[in-house]
């Protein structure tokens, strides 16, 4: 029993600690303001975490893992390998747009100089070059397109969109992703490719 509470307060810590940097930034965030956030003591805090750098270093761990797991159980078996770029960014998108953890875990990744190591923004620059090394490989870019401009302009793209997604979740909607595929593509890919690739029109464009 005393070991689930300890989890039990352990994650309820590190919401409160996404909750107050997504809100205050890493240098403005106070450990009684994560404390308070979480319902618990000072005490408590520090029994689970030495200092404010652990905190943000457990944060951005945590939300490494979920990236990496939701990227990974995006890309369906069967699917060429725009198609499971396509669906990785869309996964992405989403777990971003509805996990505080993850999205406060990001923002401290890229923004953070504490030596952690991880580096997200880096990470998604070489699974996007990945699938797009994939995609030629099997014949599915169009045959003036550049395997590294075609990366450049994907991974700006999309950084893009998280970086407003901060002030406007809008910006992560899929509905806007789904509208720059469906304008990225027919110059990235071969007319055979286009007609495999599933980038769906929402009502909202039809109306």
């Known amino acids: 029993m005393r070991q689930e509470r300890a989890v ?30 979480a319902g618990v ?30 990227a990974t159980e995006a890309r369906r078996s069967g699917d060429n390998a725009l198609q499971r770029l396509i669906g990785t960014s ?59 401009e075609a990366v450049t302009s994907i991974v700006a793209a999309t950084t893009g969109f998280e970086v407003l997604g901060r002030t406007d979740p809008r910006w992560l909607a899929a509905e806007g992703l789904d509208r720059f595929w469906r304008l990225l593509l027919p110059s990235l890919v071969t007319a055979e490719a286009l007609a495999t690739v599933d980038a769906p029109a929402h009502r909202a464009d039809a109306a």
């Open 8 to 37: 039990r307060t352990r994650q309820a810590l590190i919401l409160s600690a996404a909750e107050v940097f997504e809100r205050c930034g890493y240098t403005r965030t106070k450990l009684t303001e994560i404390s308070s956030n």
């Open 41 to 70: 003591s000072r005490g408590a805090l520090h029994f689970h975490f030495e200092n404010k750098a652990v905190v943000a270093a457990t944060v951005e761990a945590t939300a490494a893992a979920t990236l990496r797991r939701t």
């Open 90 to 148: 869309r996964a992405m998108a989403e777990q971003l747009s509805d996990d505080v953890v993850a999205r406060a875990g990001y923002h401290l990744s890229c923004e953070a100089s504490d030596g952690t190591g991880l580096d997200l923004r880096g990470e998604w620059y070489r699974c996007v070059q990945r699938m797009i090394t994939e995609a030629a490989t099997e014949r599915l870019l169009a045959e003036n397109v550049s395997e590294q």
